[in-house]
């Protein structure tokens, strides 16, 4: 399972540090990543990266936000900084996982969101 910790409530311009964590046995984890979903719309990808480090970010927050991971606890952060009220709404990592006995089947995880309120 995934547990997606950081969000909160921040003024416009300010930073929050969002962490995921994967926990469980029998898995490998390729690619993590963080979506956003805005009341209203559609689920959206910020940022996400493969296993070996590479990384893809929305236009909406290049430049704004860094991915990273620790492959040895699982765990996947997004630093966003220069915030906006556009970026206002709850947070999910996923983590794209492989179960490491056979048949080897493929899941999606999904964190259970968190909430990132910019102030204007």
């Known amino acids: 399972q995934l547990q997606a910790s950081g969000g909160g409530l921040v003024q416009s311009g300010g930073s929050l540090r969002l962490t995921c964590a994967a926990s469980g046995s029998g898995f490998s984890i390729n690619v993590m990543g963080w979506y956003r979903q805005a009341p209203g719309k559609q689920r959206e990808l910020v940022a996400d990266?493969?296993?070996?480090?590479?990384?893809n970010y929305a236009d909406s927050v290049k430049g704004r936000s860094t991915i990273s991971r620790d492959n040895a606890k699982n765990t996947v952060y997004l630093q966003m900084s220069s915030l906006e009220p556009e970026d206002t709404s709850v947070y999910y990592c996923?983590?794209?996982?492989?179960?490491?006995?056979?048949?080897?089947?493929?899941?999606?995880?999904w964190g259970q969101g968190t909430q990132v309120t910019v102030s204007s």
């Open positions: 990266i493969a296993k070996g480090g590479s990384t």
């Open positions: 996923k983590a794209e996982t492989r179960s490491t006995s056979f048949p080897y089947k493929t899941y999606d995880w």
